[in-house]
């Protein structure tokens, strides 16, 4: 099943972004301003996104994000766990390569990047490209 689903811009932190092309409602998600996740900064990303995962498919586009360390990989798993916990699913889009690469040194690129996302040359649409 195909579907489009708008996601309201009621609030600034999450710019709202219409998703095509997945099977139940889901949310692309980017942190305005948050360019490392870091110690400190992971608080913030836990208190807006751990209810938003425990009611809905999330996806957080890192692409703005060019450092992580290991309090951010910890939330990163902590929103994973209470996503899975609560039957949904969480994972992140567009990593930087340096993200990417960290993720993939400690083994959380197979479980929690999401390659099949890519940004549409139109900023507010996020196409799903099919696994070949």
Same mark, same amino acid.
């Given at each position: 099943m195909t579907g489009t689903i %708008?996601? &309201?811009?009621? *609030? &600034?932190?999450? &710019?709202? +972004? +219409?998703? =095509?092309?997945?099977p139940e409602p889901h $949310?692309? =998600?980017? #942190? =305005?301003?948050l360019t490392e996740l870091v110690r400190g900064n992971?608080?913030?990303?836990?208190a807006?996104? %751990?209810p938003?995962? $425990?009611?809905? @498919?999330? =996806?957080?586009d890192l692409c703005v994000v060019e450092r992580i360390d290991a309090a951010?990989?910890?939330?990163?798993?902590?929103?994973?766990?209470?996503? $899975? +916990?609560?039957?949904? $699913?969480? *994972? #992140?889009? @567009?990593p930087s390569p340096h993200v990417a +690469?960290?993720?993939?040194?400690v083994g959380l690129e197979r479980i929690l990047v999401s390659h099949n996302a890519v940004i549409n040359s139109h900023p507010a649409q996020l196409s799903l490209i099919p696994a070949a």
């Open positions: %708008s996601i &309201p811009m009621d *609030t &600034p932190f999450f &710019p709202g +972004e +219409e998703l =095509t092309g997945l $949310r692309l =998600t980017q #942190v =305005t301003g992971e608080q913030i990303l836990l807006q996104l %751990s938003i995962a $425990r009611r809905q @498919n999330i =996806t957080l951010g990989i910890a939330a990163l798993i902590a929103l994973y766990a209470a996503a $899975r +916990e609560a039957g949904y $699913r969480f *994972t #992140v889009a @567009n +690469e960290i993720l993939a040194l």
